[in-house]
């Protein structure tokens, strides 16, 4: 919760809902109440918006209920749905159309997935939400019916620019839905909720009627926020956004930035004047939440290869820098190419990773330690190097995610980026961002409050990590590919 005049930090909580590559949206919406009250309730708060993780899946009925759990961003099980798609479509024609190339990440994919392998559930979709639509929807007093008090009013499901954009069926370009593209994928029509068309086509699937920024749905319904919301008083609600475009905001990133997150996703982007649509798929050409676009590159691995690396080491975050920090840049020749997921950039869904260049002299405790982490970050580095060569101008960089509060990944990060890193003060830019829209739809403003910086690690590019990571990455490539 922060100050809408200066953005400082009032007051904060949180709370978790389980890991994994599919969730049910109950757990979001208890976590979410659990982190009103861990933040002390909504006295005192005027506007709050939603960040959410893009691309999720939440399939609604007619009765407004959840009909299985959402399919997130980083489950690969719509592989096959997306060189389907891309196939019956044309990647070049995609990009056009849609600013993306499908992956197994974005929503496309997945409503082809249960149209092919759970038909009895696609034949009962009455409309398609993402995760911040549909808290935002529960939010507002809508929901199933009998367990909210507004009922299934699904004409009333919002989403915003740039949560559309990462569907892979919404034009960033014209701002408009590609319906054809939607139907093409789940075999129904589809219409935008709250237009003309909406009422006369009943039948046909509802998709969240794209707000523009600053544009709020509405408030948040008493009956909803229960004890969290003191008697008389009323919240409004922001558009809400996805993670990656909230954090831009949070960050009040413009053209010229590139943003590097190092969290459970690593994702690369900048803000750009006009929209992208990159054929071979690398960068995806999203929009963002301020009228603007955010070209972007996501990997599947991030945070978690230090974790897991961590772990085979037998040591905590603290000791695997120290190794890290230890060995020599470029880890004495070893190199680990990090797909422990598979990966979505390069698009390798079934791809393992592979640790290289080992030897008895190399083969040591600090060499894998710094070899995680080189590995990690030259696949951003990878990321980066798609953006400039689409001619985005990159002037400086922003670290932030969890992973960055390791010193080993701020000071390796000096050595992969070619560019000045700054890492602003520890923080969470995406909840940041989401307040930014909701201090923006209470006054009518964009507000810029200053973003404190932790440090910025001294330049010390060193290109030898990258070529000799990319030399195992190709060999990877071609085994996976
Ligand atoms: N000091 C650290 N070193 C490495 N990884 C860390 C460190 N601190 C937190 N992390 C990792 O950061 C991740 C969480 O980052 P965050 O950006 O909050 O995630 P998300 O992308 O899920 O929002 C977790 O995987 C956590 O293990
Ligand atoms: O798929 C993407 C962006 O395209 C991811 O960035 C997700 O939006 C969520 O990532 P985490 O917040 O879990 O890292």
């Known amino acids: ?23 049910h949206p109950d757990h979001w919406w208890r976590a979410l109440s659990k982190a009103f009250d861990d933040a002390g309730g909504l006295a005192g708060v005027a506007a709050l918006s939603v960040g959410g993780q893009q691309h999720g899946m939440v399939l609604l009925d007619a009765a407004g209920a959840v009909l299985r759990p959402a399919l997130l961003w980083n489950d690969t099980r719509s592989a096959g749905a997306a060189a389907a798609l891309t196939e019956e479509v044309g990647a070049e024609d995609f990009a056009q159309r849609t600013g993306l190339v499908p992956v197994a990440s974005f929503t496309v994919t997945k409503v082809r997935w249960v149209r092919d392998h759970e038909p009895d559930i696609a034949s009962r979709v009455a409309a398609v939400a993402l995760p911040h639509d549909w808290l935002t929807w529960r939010l507002r007093g809508y929901g199933p019916a009998g367990a909210s008090p507004l009922g299934p009013d699904l004409g009333q499901l919002t989403t915003d620019r740039s949560d559309a954009s990462g569907t892979g069926y919404w034009n960033p370009a014209s701002g408009t839905y590609d319906l054809e593209l939607f139907s093409l994928a789940f075999g129904r029509p589809a219409v935008e909720a709250g237009t003309e068309s909406h009422t006369e086509r009943s039948g046909a699937v ?18 909803v926020a229960g ?58 050409g999203f929009a963002d939440a301020s009228g603007l676009f955010l070209p972007i590159a996501v990997t599947l691995n991030a945070a978690r290869v230090l974790t897991s690396v961590a772990g085979l080491l037998g040591v905590d975050f603290d000791e695997l820098s120290r190794l890290a920090l230890e060995a020599e840049p470029g880890a004495g020749g070893v ?5 422990f997921e598979g990966e979505r950039t390069p698009n390798l869904p079934h791809a393992t990773a592979s640790f290289s260049g080992l030897t008895i002299a190399s083969t040591t405790r600090s060499n894998f330690a710094r070899a995680a982490v080189e590995g990690m970050l030259c696949g951003l580095a990878g990321g980066l190097d798609a953006l400039r060569a689409l001619g985005h101008p990159a002037e400086r960089l922003f670290l ?3 992973a960055v509060q390791n010193p080993a990944v701020q000071r390796i990060a000096a050595q992969v ?16 961002g989401a307040a930014v829209q909701a201090a923006w739809a209470l006054t009518g403003e964009r507000p810029a409050w200053d973003v404190a910086l932790d440090g910025h690690p001294e330049p010390d590019f060193q290109p030898a990590i990258a070529e000799q990571y990319r030399a195992e990455q190709r060999k990877v490539e071609q085994v996976a590919g």
């Open 335 to 339: 190199v680990l190419v990090p797909y």
């Open 206 to 223: 509802v998709l969240p009627r794209v707000l523009a920024p600053g544009e709020s749905p509405g408030q948040v319904h008493p009956a």
């Open 227 to 284: 004890e969290a919301l003191p008697p008389g008083h009323s919240v409004l609600l922001g558009a809400g956004a996805g993670d990656n475009a909230a954090a831009a905001l949070g960050l009040d990133a413009r053209p010229g930035d590139v943003v590097v997150s190092v969290g459970t996703s690593g994702t690369v982007f900048a803000v750009s004047d006009e929209p992208v649509g990159d054929p071979s798929g690398t960068v995806a």
């Open 1 to 23: 919760m922060l100050d809408a005049e200066t953005g400082a930090l009032v007051r904060e909580g949180r709370a978790s809902h389980p890991d994994g590559t599919e969730v």
């Open 417 to 432: 980026f070619e560019l000045p890193v700054l890492v602003p003060s520890p923080g969470e830019y995406v909840a940041r």
């Open 400 to 402: 932030i995610g969890g």
